[in-house]
């Protein structure tokens, strides 16, 4: 079917907006993105699958991405016409049979209800109502989790069925491409863009219109435009939920950029880690041809584009643009120096539009309700919202949206409700890699590019893990020296060089041989690697040192000085000892231990031998009389 | 690999953007792993180098050079698995299947293989899971929550065996 009318659309539109808000049928979504499937939202979708169709009922029945809040997957959202969404929460096999029963009779006791939601603003097509019933039941931004946030990134997710450009086309999509193509020139995007102040969310925070513009002014017949979605940073999975739950978002965006930089191709360069998220791009990019969104001749303008999709082989550095083109040019992926910019000498040799998934997924938005709406929200050049994945040592993990400038305080303790099992919150890690930790004392600072970057950290894609009393930072620090210097491409010296030495001098500290100087050459190479490597990696690879040091020097002294891990991490200073009054002998450590150290015979205290004990905690793990503990070792 | 099917195999990807990547991917996903001759074959009909094909053979942690195992263990060793315990997990994957870090291979590759090569173990970067930290991947299977405890019941349904 093609679309090549604002009518097309919207006939489209109309015939399918009931698929979301039903008349009559009762409708259940399964939120299946990878986080959903592997608590086992699949297990619970195929149960209902079965169920429906051996009791031949009529309730339909789809899949829905994630709306968020991992904690309390897998999620199901429950349509009933007229009364609307109920989102029913960590739902089993077995509770399929009970929801069923409940819809049948027509009746509202469900259990597991998480929250209800009446109306949901889609943003591009405005609020739709859903219905106006369960009453008793708090409304979904009445929960700690959801208040305070604000979703114009997440505006579809986990509401609509990520693998139906219909149902994207229900709640107003592919009407700001529209907009572009017929009724806007590549300059007013350009200036749209512009007004809203939108910056690139990768992490660089680089403003995107400049980046648009200067790819807009080449000269050349041939332009590309790249999605960079090679999330490659640990702890960060929003872009992943993005492309999971809402990939035409993208798609749209990129046709909007394809469109101003006068572009016929683009490409999303996607880690190979995300087996699904691929599959939904896929999947979207073959529906929109098949509407005629994408291919020859887009909604019958004489604007041709085509989007393919290229995996990545697991490498960090491939996130950085210059290294991320090689890439697809079928080289290593090794960096370039800049200029010539990717603008003027990008794939190929041709001008190139690189942006972040979130960045794209802005665009469509941006376009509907101009850059003036956009530039409200949020600070003065830190406009619109950004999308963090809270997870680490927190109570509501999960994916949190909030508009830029909000403080961290309200991100970690309102939203995320502090410390699990009732610890104390001692910093957060932002901006993986080339972040840094932000100690508890500084929550009070807004999260936006300047204020960030001004501690010593940077934004970054969006990764936010919370680190507790029982994690030591000198071990925070070695991990991700651990990890950039790994991922090294090897071009440059003091990144090569540099991040493998300060690497040995971690190495030296937690090995309990740590001199008081070790500090002293530790930030003084941190430093020159800084300013002296050739790429983002290396110029950022020493935050996350420099901002420990910074912030919790004491950590480090009292590993050199005192050999002592103040939180029982690192394991040349503790040792696992078994009390001899609470041991029963029980022998289930002993059985357990992978490395048969553990003595003692039925029913007697059992003891650890220590020269061989390789301190993986096993024994504790397994002990149920709380007999075995984590204790400071007396002498190194 | 048949010759056949690395045929198909080159065919199917005619756009240069991402050529080269896309073939060795689906060459590793049929066979496991990259042989010499693959990659010998690969670099005369594509026409590329065989230096350049084995710098990206090498460069991508994503490529095994050597035969794997029957099921692929991958511990993710991101940052929220790592502060809720990862080290731990694969230090007792190491223990359980008797496999030790210091047998990393001269390519410099983290892939260690039991020795009945019913098992392969590396480390991830992220699986974009974190909400479920620790996190292991068996061949498709994302297992999260993981402790000590679950180890051993989880790797028998692979035909693991105490000794």
């Known amino acids: 079917m093609k679309i090549s009318s604002l009518k097309d659309l919207d006939a489209v539109k109309e015939s399918v907006l009931k ?143 990520p693998e139906d450009i219909e149902e994207y086309i229900a709640v107003g999509g592919y009407k700001s491409l529209y907009k572009s193509l017929k009724e806007m020139s590549p300059q007013e995007i350009i200036n749209e863009i512009k007004d809203s102040g939108l910056r690139g969310r990768g992490g660089a925070g680089f403003p995107t219109s400049l980046k648009w513009e200067r790819a807009y002014t080449e000269k050349n017949s041939k332009k590309y435009v790249i999605c960079n979605a090679d999330e490659g940073d640990p702890g960060a999975y929003m872009n992943r939920n993005e492309m999971e739950s809402d990939p035409h978002s993208i798609i749209e965006g990129m046709i909007i950029g394809g469109y101003t930089i006068g572009a016929s191709e683009g490409v999303i360069y996607i880690r190979a880690e995300y087996p699904l998220a691929v599959e939904r791009l896929q999947k979207a990019i073959e529906e929109a041809k098949f509407y005629s969104l994408l291919g020859g001749n887009i909604l019958g303008s004489d604007f041709n584009f085509d989007i393919s999709i290229v995996k990545g082989a697991g490498a960090f550095v491939c996130g950085e643009e210059t290294a991320l083109i090689a890439s697809i040019e079928g080289k290593s992926g090794r960096p370039k120096p800049r200029p010539p910019y990717p603008a003027q000498k990008g794939l190929w040799n041709k001008p190139t539009n690189i942006n972040n998934v979130e960045t794209w997924t802005n665009i469509p938005v941006i376009i509907s309700k101009t850059g003036k709406w956009f530039s409200n929200i949020g600070t003065i050049n830190n406009t619109g919202t950004k999308v963090f994945s809270l997870v680490g040592k927190v109570n509501n993990v999960g994916l949190v949206e909030v508009e830029l400038g909000t403080p961290i305080e309200k991100i970690i303790y309102d939203i995320g409700q502090g410390a699990a099992d009732n610890k104390d919150v001692k910093a957060i890690q932002v901006g993986g890699p080339s972040g840094g930790c932000i100690p508890s004392n500084l929550f009070n600072t807004s999260v936006d590019y300047n204020s960030l970057t001004k501690l010593g950290a940077i934004m970054g894609s969006g990764g936010m893990v919370v680190m507790d009393q029982d994690t030591c930072m000198v071990d925070v620090s070695h991990f991700f020296l651990d990890f950039t210097m790994d991922e090294s491409c090897g071009k440059c010296v003091p990144c090569r060089k540099g991040l493998k030495t300060m690497f040995e001098i971690l190495e030296k500290i937690i090995s309990g041989n740590g001199e008081e100087q070790d500090l002293i050459i530790l930030e003084e190479l941190a430093n020159t690697v800084k300013k002296t490597s050739l790429c983002g990696l290396g110029q950022t690879a020493p935050n996350p040192i420099l901002t420990t040091l910074k912030y919790f020097k004491d950590e480090y002294q009292s590993h050199i000085s005192q050999k002592i891990c103040p939180a029982k991490i690192c394991k040349n200073f503790i040792e696992y000892t078994i009390d001899t009054n609470k041991c029963t002998g029980c022998t289930v450590c002993a059985k357990q231990c992978p490395v048969h150290v553990i003595d003692g015979s039925k029913n007697k205290p059992h003891f650890i031998n220590q020269q061989q004990c390789i301190k993986c905690g096993t024994c504790l793990a397994v002990c149920r009389f709380n007999a075995v503990s984590k204790i400071p070792k007396n002498k190194v | 690999m048949e010759t056949n099917l690395l045929d198909n195999i080159i065919l199917k990807y005619q756009n240069p953007s991402g050529k080269v990547l896309s073939i060795l991917e689906e060459v590793q996903e049929k066979q496991g792993y990259l042989s010499r001759e693959s990659l010998i074959y690969i670099s005369k009909n594509i026409k590329v180098p065989l230096t350049q094909i084995y710098s990206i053979a090498t460069f991508y942690s994503f490529f095994n050079l050597k035969p794997v195992g029957t099921n692929i263990i991958s511990v993710c060793m991101g940052t929220a698995c790592h502060v809720k315990g990862a080290a731990e997990i694969l230090n007792n994957l190491e223990y359980l299947l008797d496999v030790k870090e210091d047998e990393i291979t001269s390519d410099g590759k983290f892939l260690l293989t039991t020795q009945d090569k019913n098992f392969s173990l590396n480390v991830a970067r992220c699986f974009g899971c974190c909400s479920m930290a620790p996190v292991v991947r068996i061949n498709e299977k994302i297992y999260g929550h993981m402790t000590i405890n679950t180890l051993p019941k989880i790797l028998k349904e692979y035909g693991w065996i105490k000794k």
Not at chain 1, 83 to 101: A, S, T
Not at chain 1, 124 to 133: E, L, P, T, W
């Open chain 1, 19 to 161: 698929k979301l808000v039903p008349l009559d049928t009762p409708s259940i979504r399964v939120g299946l993105a990878t986080c959903g499937i592997s608590v086992g939202g699949n297990l619970v979708y195929e149960e209902f699958k079965k169920q429906i169709k051996e009791k031949n009922l009529n309730i339909s029945l789809s899949k829905t991405g994630c709306i968020g809040f991992c904690k309390e997957e897998p999620l199901v959202n429950i349509t009933i016409p007229k009364r609307g969404i109920l989102i029913l929460h960590k739902i089993e096999p077995e509770d399929v049979n009970g929801i069923l029963e409940t819809i049948i009779n027509n009746k509202e006791n469900f259990d597991k209800v998480l929250c209800r939601i009446n109306t949901w603003d889609h943003i591009i097509n405005g609020i739709i109502d859903y219905g106006n019933g369960f009453k008793d039941i708090p409304l979904w931004n009445e929960l700690n989790f959801f208040k305070g946030q604000k979703k114009i990134v997440l505006r579809n997710a986990g509401i609509i069925n």
